[in-house]
DNA sequence: AAATTAACATACAGGCTGTATGTATGCCAA
DNA sequence: TTGGCATACATACAGCCTGTATGTTAATTT
């Protein structure tokens, strides 16, 4: 028993409705607690030591409950890190679609999304889960499915408004290798690569494909 | 003692200098051949079953010999991974030399070097050794410094030669993320995707990238 | 031929995963 | 309110895996 917890000491009087002390938590408060504990330990230490090196008991202790807890809530291990995973792909996609200003035309609402994809991209850890551990635990395919899948429709729905290719090539076939070229770019960023110029590459990289002519200059500083 | 192995039932006579039956190898076939025979299973293993679902006690089964063996060869578990990635990096890095036809111009040298890229990656289970676990069990930084290596550094120098961008893209940053789209069109196709698609819709990218005028027509038929 | 080293095989000490089982508490119906 | 049931855990255990230490045989060196 590693986590002392302030145990309530043996409850004095029932008389006050108002439980102050032992904190007769519900059901459904207890669960939620505990989940959100064991999926913020597990991520912080899928993050630090990856998947194969994350013990466990390592997950349980950090997140002050036993192995029981943790196999009550969750199938295995995998299931855990699914669990991680689907949170993460979760937050990304609304930080990606807060971002996202409506009403714009397609080829400035595909940049748009660009620069939203990279910069969700930028919260730690999130690569390492996503595109690195996530593919080899799961597969690529759920891992597709599960984030991916959204931000490579967007871009295949991008890239078909901006009219790519004309014909010429499947837009269906280019978008995911498109893709793999955006998490490349998180990926060069996140382990220290140029920002500045990673993220330029990408942004041209896209309006190479899409036929997008390049902006004035740069961002700051318009030419008069 | 899994393996029998025929033991030589107590060699009668030391007269004959012609060593038939008890082979005395030396001891670099011996190692070269045990070396090879774990190399071998490993591979097969990791393929099917990925990196951390397969043993060590697996590994040795299968090929032929005891844990004894494997950890006096390789340091540890994630050793052997190392060498047999090692391997497979050196193999297709062989395969793309091979198809690669010396003294072409620039642009056909990249796409030439683009479908040798696609074509070596076909490979059953390559692209889940190198593109899938590698990145996950060794580290991004390590399988890079692998094989992507290779392949980013022809396209480095493959789009400098094209001229690509014309000085308004870095190349250094751009190289990954096109080796990145690559690594994903040989993922999917490997997955099932339409191989012809895909491989097209990559090879318009980086014409698309480069500069290149699009091809007469399908391989075959040429307009008249 | 003796000594040394390489190439294994065997045995063992921890640690981890998943499951079975026990317990206390919230919840619901009578 | 109270008895029964389900939920939310904690504890204990069996099996497997990894890495290391130690023993044994065969090749190589001296």
């Known amino acids: 028993m590693p986590r002392s917890k302030a145990k309530p000491p043996l409850r004095a009087r029932p008389a006050k409705p108002e439980p102050v002390k032992p904190a007769p938590r519900s059901n459904r408060d207890r669960t939620d607690a505990t989940r959100l504990a064991l999926l913020d330990a597990a991520r912080e230490l899928f993050v630090r030591k990856g998947y194969g090196d994350t013990s466990t008991p390592e997950v349980c202790v950090a997140a002050g409950i036993t192995r029981g807890a943790l196999y009550h809530h969750f199938v ?41 994809y990279l910069d969700a991209m ?17 597969g690529l395919k759920e891992v597709l499915a599960l984030d991916e899948a959204h931000a490579a429709a967007s871009l295949r729905q991008g890239l078909r408004a901006c009219a790519v290719g004309a014909g010429s090539v499947s837009i269906a076939a280019l978008a ?17 690569a140029d920002a500045q110029a990673t993220r330029a590459a990408m942004l041209w990289l896209v309006r190479s494909v899409a036929g997008i002519a390049a902006p004035a200059a740069k961002p700051a500083r318009r030419k008069h």
């Open 176 to 192: 995911p290798l498109l893709a793999a070229a955006f998490d490349r770019a998180a990926l060069e960023i996140d382990a220290g």
């Open 76 to 116: 295995d291990k995998r299931d855990l890190f699914r669990q991680v995973l689907l949170r993460e792909a979760q937050a990304a996609h609304a930080q990606i679609e807060a971002a996202s200003p409506p009403g714009l035309d397609a080829p400035s609402a595909l940049l748009a999304g660009s620069e939203a």
């Open 122 to 138: 930028r919260v730690a850890g999130r690569t390492r889960l996503l595109l690195l551990e996530g593919p080899a635990v799961l």
